[in-house]
């Protein structure tokens, strides 16, 4: 425990550089702005900025990317308390109540808690990745190539069964992930596959280019495609002095906070879209153990503090199977490790050893980057609340040609933004026939680290499959694995019995 | 959050009583034919054997179970059913997605000239574009968006950070 105090305190040491306490601001004030403007999300905003860290080292590149990450998760509640339009899918939960507040007058105190609720979650968290990393890690070093495969299988089931409409169809993503994956040199003979004798294919599918036209590109058509005037309703801007909340509000929201926290945490470290998870399960949780949980929906300050207390905390916490297990469990993250790969770091159990500087000078950084989002949300909340006002019609375009921009930088290759406009329009068609493209670019991130475990394993047992069955780890992942997939089929049963019954409501357009 | 293991507005074991969902059924159709082109060209590559599996191997694997999803989906369709939606003929495209085709139409069509345009001068005529799709008719206010944000956006990527973008036959 004093060794990781020891090399926490080196962290800060290196996250405290001027260098890259500049990333680290850069990186919370566009993770901010990405997190309210509505439509683009921190999947696409760290994409965009990939090709913006090539000049820059691994540590500054993934301190800045980092905090774009947990930026957004900052910014996304103002739009959802604001607007009712939740700037990120993790914002969802806080329109319920963050908006009823602002229509009473009280966004100030709404926005308040979140950044403090945010701050505190994002502290705790931080301990709890300085104490538990380590560990796992040491944990994660007697795994072989069957524990691994088991593991992502493991993750890939958990998030096709909690994201999208279908099982069947996230599962469909998944595999089409994996497909696309395999373009290119076959990571272990060095065969070219799918290529169609093209060179630019031979290095595979620039998963930049997918994740910018998945989620940037395809999302910019689906609003293009809405009536643009639906989302440019009165912004509520609240002063600077209407901001802070009473003694009140703070008793009120202290224990959900910490509840929130320990959820947020707990979640983050399973596979699967955490920050959503999270934010759901807290307000779950806050109305169960209200005494006035009929307040709820009409503007209680718990519904927004235990939410926003959770998505924080969850999203620090999935930075721990990233960094000690090198397998990203959401694609944000899948994101941050095809970041770290670009910056020639392969996150895995011996990161912490091979790369001190990185690892602790990250975590380091992310507490200050809390302490810089707090220091920005609640002054400059009347400042980000008015960048709201920018007409869609004018700020869609933009974000094309940013993305094209940023597409071109990665290879200065044009080549690299026909394959972002197909994957664009592909995005676009998912959104059209309700197929949810977050297990694609995760199983494509993953693909090829799968590949090589599968065969690896079958390479050691001589083609038996009992491998995976035999190792009592592995076996736990796939017992868990079949657990998950019988999941629909129980809720089947319990629906056909009667009963079922959801918690269900349409907020800013999206059904939670 | 949806529930899972049945999709959204799904009736319910009708047995094929109702009509299929279309979007379903092209869906299911569109992904099938990919696990059989997949498939199919894996079987090109070596395949080897299970104790030292080929390239195409994998790639095979994906494709068949790819297969067998979208016959699951298909099933899944037939089986649960549900009542369609009056839609309008496929030869009436929407205003909103002939929107959306114009709006990729004028990105490729700048895509396919970013090098003989130049960065600058593409950035201006495909922002220009694309505003006048999404309906900002008035031109002064169109031109200066799009003569300020060319400008900015030259002085930041190009002149600040140094990316080497195309310079097209203005040399910009």
């Known amino acids: 425990m004093f060794e990781s105090l020891q090399h926490l305190i080196a962290g800060f040491g290196i996250a405290l550089t001027i260098h890259n306490l500049f990333y680290c601001l850069i990186g919370a004030i566009i993770g901010t702005l990405i997190g309210v403007l509505p439509g683009l999300g921190p999947i696409a905003g760290i994409a965009l900025l990939i090709p913006a860290t090539y000049n820059l080292n691994a540590v500054s590149a993934i301190i800045m990317l980092a905090g774009i990450y947990y930026g957004a998760m900052y910014g996304g509640s103002t739009t959802s308390i604001l607007l009712n339009v939740p700037g990120e899918t993790a914002s969802v939960i806080t329109c319920i109540d963050g908006y009823q507040m602002a229509q009473k007058g009280r966004a100030g105190p709404a926005l308040a808690t979140c950044a403090i609720g945010s701050f505190i979650a994002g502290t705790i968290a931080i301990l709890g990745l300085v104490f538990l990393a380590p560990p796992l890690a040491e944990a994660a070093l007697s795994f072989g190539p069957a524990e691994y495969f088991s593991l992502m299988v493991f993750g890939f089931i958990v998030l096709c069964n909690v994201t999208g409409t279908s099982l069947v169809k996230s599962l469909m993503m998944a595999v089409v992930g994996l497909i696309i994956g395999t373009i290119g040199l076959d990571p272990v003979s060095g065969v070219a596959r799918f290529t169609f004798d093209s060179m630019d294919l031979l290095s595979g599918i620039e998963f930049v280019a997918v994740a910018i036209g998945l989620f940037g590109i395809g999302e910019v058509l689906a609003n293009v495609e809405k009536p643009l005037e639906s989302l440019e309703g009165k912004v509520l801007v609240p002063r600077l002095r209407e901001l802070y909340p009473t003694l009140e509000d703070l008793k009120k929201s202290i224990k959900p906070i910490l509840r929130g926290t320990a959820v947020g945490f707990g979640v983050g470290l399973v596979p699967g879209p955490a920050p959503v998870i999270a934010t759901y399960s807290s307000y779950m949780i806050e109305r169960n153990v209200s005494k006035h949980p009929e307040e709820f929906g009409k503007g209680a300050i718990e519904g927004v503090a235990g939410p926003e207390a959770a998505n924080n905390s969850a999203c620090q916490a999935a930075f721990i199977p990233l960094f000690v297990l090198g397998i990203p469990f959401a694609p944000p993250t899948a994101i941050l490790l095809g970041a770290l790969l670009i910056h020639g770091v392969s996150p895995g159990p011996m990161l912490i050893g091979d790369h001190p500087q990185l690892f602790w000078g990250v975590i380091a950084s992310m507490y200050i980057g809390n302490f810089i989002l707090l220091l920005l949300n609640l002054p400059f909340v009347p400042l980000f609340a008015n960048i709201l006002r920018i007409p869609k019609k004018v700020l869609l375009p933009l974000v094309i040609l940013f993305c094209v921009t940023g597409m071109y930088t990665v290879n200065n290759s044009v080549v690299d933004i026909w394959m972002m406009l197909l994957f664009g329009a592909i995005g676009y068609l998912l959104r059209k026939l309700d197929y949810e493209a977050a297990p694609l670019l995760l199983a494509l991130v993953l693909g090829p680290k799968l590949e090589v475990a599968f065969r690896q394993s079958l390479m050691i047992s001589h083609g038996d499959f009992r491998v995976f069955l035999d190792r009592p780890i592995s076996m736990g992942f796939l017992l868990a694995t079949l657990l998950f997939l019988l999941i629909p089929v129980f809720r089947i049963i319990v629906k056909s019995t009667g009963k079922g019954g959801g918690f269900r409501r349409s907020v800013g357009g999206e059904k939670v | ?172």
Not at chain 2, 6 to 16: F, L
Request: net charge positive; aromatic share 12%.
């Open chain 2, 1 to 172: 959050m949806n529930e899972k293991g049945s999709e959204p507005g799904v009736q319910g074991g009708h047995g094929g009583g109702s009509a299929l969902n279309r979007d379903e059924v092209i869906g299911g159709i569109l992904i099938f034919c990919f696990g059989v082109v997949t498939a199919y060209f894996s079987l090109r590559i070596p395949l080897g054997t299970f104790r030292a599996a080929g390239s195409g191997l994998f790639p095979l694997g994906l494709g068949i179970l790819l297969m067998g999803l979208s016959i699951v989906l298909l099933i899944k369709a037939y089986v649960q059913g549900r009542p369609v939606i009056e839609k309008k003929p496929l030869s009436e495209v929407p205003r909103s997605v002939k929107q959306v085709i114009l709006f990729m139409g004028a990105i490729a069509l700048a895509t396919l000239l970013f090098k003989q345009l130049g960065y600058p001068l593409m950035w201006f005529l495909l922002l220009f574009a694309l505003l006048r799709i999404l309906g900002v008719r008035r031109w002064a206010l169109n031109l200066s968006l799009c003569f300020l944000t060319a400008t900015g956006a030259y002085f930041l990527f190009v002149l600040w950070l140094q990316i080497p973008l195309p310079k097209g036959w203005i040399g910009l």
